[in-house]
Nanobody, 118 residues
Framework: QVQLVESGGGLVQPGGSLRLSCAASGSPFSRNVMGWYRQTPGNPREFVARITRGGTTTYADSVKGRFTISRDNAKKTVYLQMNSLKAEDTAVYYC????????????WGQGTQVTVSS
């Protein structure tokens, strides 16, 4: 069992930056594939970024070059640095964890709201 708690969401102006954090507990963090997804009202949850236990990263095309995922195994935390934010990045962002790379990970956090607006 893995528990995930996101933080760092909020309101930011277009072009601004935010860093999301996700603290994990309940299983060996270093073994997990960690990810970030996002969801807007009426739409399915979509993949944003993923980092494997070996540090390999994957990004959605819509955020490539603007977002960076990283992990600190000692702190059992995964981060999402979001730069050059756009209005279309507005969503609830969810942290995910799984032992494997799967289209729908096994564990999810409760989500944190990111709003990009002037």
């Amino acid at each position: 069992q893995v528990q995930l708690v996101e933080s760092g969401g909020g309101l930011v102006q277009p072009g601004g930056s935010l860093r999301l954090s996700c603290a994990a507990s309940g299983s060996p963090f270093s073994r997990n594939v960690m990810g970030w997804y996002r969801q807007t009202p009426g739409n399915p949850r979509e993949f944003v970024a993923r980092i494997t236990r070996g540090g390999t990263t994957t990004y959605a095309d819509s955020v490539k070059g603007r977002f960076t995922i990283s992990r600190d195994n000692a702190k059992k935390t995964v981060y999402l640095q979001m730069n050059s934010l756009k209005a279309e990045d507005t969503a609830v962002y969810y942290c995910s964890a799984d032992l494997f790379v799967r289209q729908w990970p096994e564990y999810w956090g409760q989500g944190t709201q990111v709003t990009v607006s002037s």
